[in-house]
């Protein structure tokens, strides 16, 4: 099955600062990479996602890069503020439609 | 309502107790999922429903078991639990039909058990 995997578990930045969460996985099939965001009490929201036919998406402060050949896609948030503290998961699916979810990155932005 | 709802939010119960979760969505799905989300361990599926069957169950012990009588709802009953199922339970939904897909989660039902 698939194998998906995370880094880095914490990750720690100042205000205003970049933040880069990596993932890769193992399964060739998957074609579909979602990112999500978990805030304290609640359950994990889609903030961006990207499809095997695309390199790279973008939305605002958010951006996803994606290579396929090396299996690894990362997500990069510019400009940190307070509120983007939360922990972020990545997953991949495509061989099947259940996802298969990275261990999580729990991201502190410090004001 | 909209979106994925969860009941309770939160649940103490003890170990000889038979509760029971509930999950509904008004996105017009036609999967359901229940995930367990503990300290300092990934997600864990636990069971998938696709056009109300089940069609995924990650050897869960016979202490959980799952309900889904339509599309829109899926119920998780608990029975002689141990504390270390204490967690955080998701339910999620999305439509299939394509490969991947967008889950949208519940805010989860926080269970303790003593």
């Known amino acids: 099955g698939e194998n998906v995997e995370q880094h880095p578990s914490t990750l720690s930045v100042q205000e205003g600062d970049s933040a880069v969460i990596k993932c890769t996985y193992s399964?060739?099939?998957?074609?579909?990479f979602p990112w999500y965001k978990q805030e304290l009490g609640k359950g994990p929201q889609l903030i961006i996602d990207i499809r095997s036919n695309v390199g790279e998406k973008k939305d605002q402060r958010i951006a996803v890069t994606l290579n396929k050949t090396a299996k690894h896609f990362s997500l990069h948030i510019t400009e940190t503020q307070p509120e983007d503290s939360a922990v972020y998961f990545c997953?991949?699916?495509?061989?099947?439609?259940?996802?298969?979810f990275g261990r999580g990155t729990s991201l502190i932005v410090h004001p | 309502e909209t979106g994925v709802t969860q009941t309770p939010r939160h649940l103490v119960m003890g170990m000889t107790n038979k509760k029971s979760l509930k999950c509904e969505q008004h996105l017009g799905h036609n999967a359901m999922y229940w995930y367990k989300q503990s300290a300092k361990k990934p997600l864990e599926l636990m069971f998938v429903y696709n056009f109300k069957e089940q069609t995924e169950n990650n050897s869960v012990p016979s202490r959980f078991s799952p309900e889904c009588p339509n599309s829109s709802h899926l119920f998780l009953h608990l029975h002689t639990l141990q504390p270390e199922d204490s967690a955080l339970y998701l339910c999620a939904s999305s439509n299939i039909g394509r490969d991947g897909g967008e889950q949208f989660f519940g805010p989860g039902t926080r269970l303790t058990v003593l």
């Open positions: 997953a991949s699916s495509g061989g099947s439609y259940i996802p298969t």
């Open positions: 399964d060739s099939a998957s074609n579909y």
